[in-house]
């Protein structure tokens, strides 16, 4: 039957569809646009009024980029992080077992290598026998004047040794991905041409039972269950101290140690550390190079490891470019009371060997002393006003967290070992920053120093998107941010 009014329906159904319109176009600008993830911004700051304290949230927004503008852009990616930490001394030791109560130790402990809100810990260093910092002069295999042990019949820990790898044990059981770099202060007396721990150099003809030693303390923590990433086979090589062990092994000698013995030894077994040779300062950096030379040599060897106190950190660079295949870690550097400003040393260890030290190739971070007391020890021998990264009081247990500590949180809290670095804009006008994007759930984090005098305003631009920040003169700022 047809329709009554076939205009007046027409006239309906023209109503209803532009109702329909309507309110689709009304609901769609009425909708909630998607907020951006909220990025974190975490703060310390030279006057110390924020210690590694959470500012407010941020969102990228569209919008335009400040002149001052950094840029990130995880499309292009640089080095693997492994970690930042400090170094499982004698002395660090000592003052964890006999000046801290249980309680006290457990907390200590999951604070340095726990979880957020733990700072992460993940990179430390363990002395093979003593060093500046222990309170004896001794090796893992001492024996009396003329005697030799070409097998290591004597090989023992002690009581020293057991002291380090229980707490190392400890740290383990907190973060199962610690990763640990031995490092030797000096062979046992035996094999040496001074025939003791203090000063002189390896004899050749015990070449090949010294690498037998090195891997023998690696299979002592292998054993132990907690596994060596890392081996190098002398601290400071150039230096030979006078009131503490140490050994004078030249870049000529070392190459013919790698290649012949150690680097053979290393290779048949499986799992065995990665080899890192130098251990000393930017100020040589011919000495690596020398090593790196040798392909008989390079052929063992892993990366190279640096210590701060001489020369400047573009030496890792120089070898980079050189050798581009071979990773950079910094493996010692210490604060101490002959740089006692609380602002200079967040320059120092958050500008310098966290931002600067990324930029230039580097893995991670190790500084010196996890722990010393309120008197810089307690140590025989060496740096006598070296500060840990917490200070422990010998007679309360009280602890000081140093600049040191704060500057470490601002990483191992943000990135995890696995990150890649990636590109970040720096230097500018003061500011210098490095960024990473964490492999296991692809989030990204920027630090960012200010070295100029006064406050900068800068932007952070990344995937078109853009933010805002203030950040004070002589500040150090972590930005963690998930990438939508």
């Known amino acids: 039957m047809s329709p009554a009014n076939p205009s007046a329906v027409a006239r309906g159904t023209l109503w209803r569809g532009a109702l329909a319109a309507a309110l689709v176009l ?24 924020r210690l590694l304290a959470r500012d407010t949230d941020l969102h990228f927004a569209t919008a335009a ?12 990616h640089y080095q693997e992080f492994l970690g930042v930490g400090a170094a499982f001394t004698d002395s660090t030791a000592l003052l964890f077992e006999q000046k801290l109560a249980p309680e006290a130790r457990t907390a200590l402990m999951h604070e340095l290598f726990g979880p957020p809100p733990g700072i992460g810990l993940s990179l430390m260093r363990v002395p093979i026998a003593a060093s500046d910092f222990s309170v004896e002069r001794y090796s893992f295999d ?54 003791s ?7 050749p003809e015990h070449y090949d039972v010294f690498a037998d030693y090195l891997l023998r303390f690696a299979d002592s923590y292998q054993q132990a269950g907690v596994p060596l990433y890392g081996l190098t086979a002398q601290n400071e090589p150039g230096f030979e ?31 065995a550390p990665l080899y890192f040779d130098y251990d000393h300062n930017w100020d040589v950096s011919e000495s690596p190079l020398q090593v790196l030379d040798v392909p008989a040599a390079a052929h063992y060897v892993a990366g190279i490891a640096w210590h701060c106190y001489g020369g400047e950190i573009d030496a890792q660079s120089l070898v980079h470019t050189a050798h581009p295949g071979f ?19 967040l320059r120092w260890f958050g500008g310098t060997l966290l931002i600067e030290e990324g ?42 967290r ?55 305003r800068f932007s952070v631009r990344h995937a078109q998107r853009t933010l805002t920040y203030a950040l004070p003169a002589g500040a150090l700022a972590t930005f963690a941010w998930q990438p939508r």
């Open 26 to 49: 009304g609901l769609a600008g009425c909708a909630t646009p998607m907020r951006e993830p909220a990025v974190q911004v975490w703060v310390t700051t030279a006057d110390r009024s």
């Open 65 to 76: 980029s400040l002149p001052l503008n950094i840029a990130v852009d995880a499309r292009h």
């Open 142 to 195: 001492d024996l009396p004047a003329g005697a030799t042990d070409p097998t290591l019949a004597h090989f023992d820990l002690g009581a020293n040794g057991k002291r380090v790898l229980s707490l190392v044990q400890a740290a383990h059981a907190i973060n199962p991905t610690l990763r640990l770099i031995g490092s030797t202060w000096s062979a046992p007396g035996w094999m040496k041409s001074s025939g």
């Open 197 to 203: 721990v203090i000063k002189g150099h390896l004899l």
């Open 241 to 271: 101290p006078t009131d503490y062990p140490g050994m004078r092994f030249e870049a000529v000698d070392r190459a013919r140690f790698i290649a012949q013995h150690l680097g053979p030894k290393l290779s048949r077994r499986a799992g």
């Open 327 to 345: 990773s950079a870690l910094m493996t010692e550097c210490s604060g101490g009371e002959w740089a006692p400003s609380w602002a200079e040393g």
């Open 359 to 400: 930029r230039n190739w580097g893995s991670g971070t190790i500084l010196w002393n996890l722990a010393l007391d309120e008197r810089h020890g307690p140590h025989l021998g060496g740096c006598d006003d070296c500060r840990g990264v917490v200070t422990i009081d010998s007679t309360s247990g009280a602890v000081t």
């Open 402 to 456: 140093n600049v040191e500590y704060y500057s470490l949180a601002h990483l191992g809290r943000f990135v995890r070992p696995g990150a890649r670095r990636i590109d970040s804009t720096t230097n500018l006008d003061g500011l210098i920053s490095v960024a990473y994007r964490n492999s296991d759930d692809g989030s990204l984090v920027l630090l960012v120093f200010n070295k100029a005098q006064a406050a900068r």
